[in-house]
């Protein structure tokens, strides 16, 4: 069984006519420059952050954020400190400044402000923010002439800037009060 097919003339003229038409004619094609395909992002494109708390004093927390380079994330955890919440109220001083539940008592609160810029060679300059506090039992303060029993807070606030790499590795850091940050970032 043999098989053929049939152009008729027309088409035949019609393609040759085309081809060789003048001004048409297309010079020996070009090598095309190669391509080459990596696993990366741009700079400005998304990038996987770890951020991991480890802290005697305000607990362990981590999360995980996809953001750009130049963009900042606020990481807000509050869990129940030992011995479980300080209670408190409204008249105590610095009330409103006090992360509390539901109730009204005061809870252990840690903040990350974490701002990453990508630099061409891939690593990021962060500036991390750290704050958080916690109630270490309770003091009698004195408001407008009532004897009050409120939480005795503490307070750490700290700024850290350093370079990383975003590579899969990470960088931990230990804070003055011994609370270790661990940042991993990866594209």
Partial sequence: MSSSFK????????????????????????????ITVTSQSALDGPIRYTVRVTSKQFGNSQETRTIR?????DFTWKTVPPGG???????CPNYASLPVDTNGAMIRQTQIRFAPVVAADGTASVQLSFQAQTPHGIKTVTNGGKTLKCPNDVTVSQILRFTMPVNGSTKTLTLNDGTEVAVSAKR
Avoid: I, Q
């Avoid at 152009?7 to 190669?34: E, I, K, Q, Y």
């Avoid at 919440?85 to 008249?91: G, K, L, N, Q, S």
């Fill in 7 to 34: 152009l008729s003339a027309v088409s035949v003229v019609a393609s040759l006519a085309c081809a060789f038409a003048p001004g048409l004619l297309v010079p020996a094609a070009h090598a095309a420059t190669p």
């Fill in 69 to 73: 380079s130049g963009e900042s994330d």
């Fill in 85 to 91: 919440p300080v209670a408190a109220t409204d008249a």
